[in-house]
Nanobody, 127 residues
Framework: VQLQAFGGGLVQAGASLRLSCAAS????????MGWFRQAPGKEREFVAA????????DYADSVKGRFTISRDGDKNTAYLLMYSLKPDDTAVYYC?????????????????????WGQGTEVTVSS
């Protein structure tokens, strides 16, 4: 599956952004979707994930309550809605796809379990 992430930009602290990840090439419903980010000089870190059915969600503690992950099967697109952005949220954001597991099993926070990756979209939050 090919993934294309977009929606990043330069915003001020407290602003909101919605990132999108458009999937093509294979059946979107067969994959859990995750968002990761990598800040300059830091390792790639987990942000949020959603399972194939949209029932199981997971968030990193640093974004819980501020970010919302969702997916639209009709549009083959996953979203990351980000509210109350902070300078610490500055990073390149990547979407990724992992072969779906059972309908109620936890999603994964491990980048190594995701087999398809988008090219990344840059988010810069100024103070």
């Amino acid at each position: 599956v090919q993934l294309q992430a977009f929606g990043g930009g330069l915003v001020q602290a407290g602003a909101s952004l919605r990132l999108s990840c458009a999937a093509s090439g294979r059946t979107f419903v067969n994959y859990d979707m995750g968002w990761f980010r990598q800040a300059p000089g830091k390792e790639r870190e987990f942000v949020a994930a959603i399972n194939w059915s949209g029932v199981v969600l997971d968030y990193a503690d640093s974004v819980k309550g501020r970010f919302t992950i969702s997916r639209d099967g009709d549009k083959n697109t996953a979203y990351l809605l980000m509210y109350s952005l902070k300078p610490d949220d500055t990073a390149v954001y990547y979407c990724a796809a992992r072969i779906a597991r059972g309908s109620r099993l936890p999603v994964s926070r491990q980048p190594s379990e995701y087999i398809y990756w988008g090219q990344g979209t840059e988010v810069t939050v100024s103070s």
